[in-house]
């Protein structure tokens, strides 16, 4: 399966943008799928993870009450709302998807090419 991760842009703290990640070449109904982010001179960290039927997430603390990930397996899509953006959230963001819920990168097989998201202040 191919994933491209799209939405990402320019916005000030306090905006909100949407990502989204599509998907061809193959079904996302019974993949697990994460977002993941990696900021300029740092790892590429975990940001959300969902469960292949969209029933279990889990977030990083420092997105847990303004992120919202979701999933539509009709679509063939994954989505990561982003509220309340802050300068620190600046990263380029890579949508993933593996065979199981988990919440480290090494464990998803498939990534989109990253789309990126910068906030400035």
């Known amino acids: 399966v191919q994933l491209q991760a799209f939405g990402g842009g320019s916005v000030q703290a306090g905006d909100s943008l949407r990502l989204s990640c599509a998907a061809s070449?193959?079904?996302?109904?019974?993949?697990?799928m994460g977002w993941f982010r990696q900021a300029p001179g740092k790892e590429r960290v975990i940001v959300a993870v969902?469960?292949?039927?969209?029933?279990?997430?889990a977030y990083s603390d420092s997105v847990k009450g303004r992120f919202t990930i979701s999933k539509d397996n009709a679509k063939n899509a994954m989505y990561l709302q982003m509220n309340n953006l802050k300068p620190e959230d600046t990263a380029v963001y890579y949508c993933?998807?593996?065979?199981?819920?988990?919440?480290?990168?090494?464990?998803?097989?498939?990534w989109g090419q990253g789309t990126q998201v910068t906030v400035s202040s």
């Open positions: 993933a998807a593996g065979d199981d819920y988990r919440k480290v990168s090494s464990e998803y097989a498939h």
């Open positions: 070449g193959g079904t996302l109904t019974r993949y697990a």
């Open positions: 969902i469960s292949w039927t969209g029933a279990l997430t």
